[in-house]
């Protein structure tokens, strides 16, 4: 059973940053892919981040220059870390990975972008 423990969330003035982390168990194949996803109110639910074994990382435009994800292999651990936070940055953060052909979901962690 894939099991989360995310990290890092909280509340941060426009311009801030942040460093989301996600530490994953009971991974037992291959991961084709890692990374985070994000959901505003009244918004859909979408990649920002992820890290793809076959090709890489790959950014959403919203987020490309501001934010940064990694992978530490021998933690079992994604990170995100998030500078120049902007207001419509806010959302709950979720980190996911795939593993053959099947989505996995953290619980999520907020982040509030606020003066």
């Known amino acids: 059973q894939v099991q989360f423990v995310e990290s890092g969330g909280g509340l941060v003035q426009p311009g801030g940053s942040l460093r989301l982390s996600c530490t994953t168990s009971g991974v037992i194949y291959s991961i084709y892919a890692v990374g985070w996803s994000r959901q505003a109110p009244g918004k859909q639910r979408e990649v920002v981040a992820s890290i793809i074994s076959s090709s890489g990382t790959n950014y959403a435009d919203s987020v490309k220059g501001r934010f940064t994800i990694s992978r530490d292999n021998a933690k079992s651990t994604v990170y995100l870390q998030m500078n120049s936070l902007k207001p419509e940055d806010t959302a709950t953060y979720y980190c996911?990975?795939?593993?053959?052909?099947?989505?996995?979901w953290g619980q999520g962690t907020q982040v509030t972008v606020s003066s």
């Open positions: 996911f990975l795939i593993q053959r052909g099947t989505n996995y």
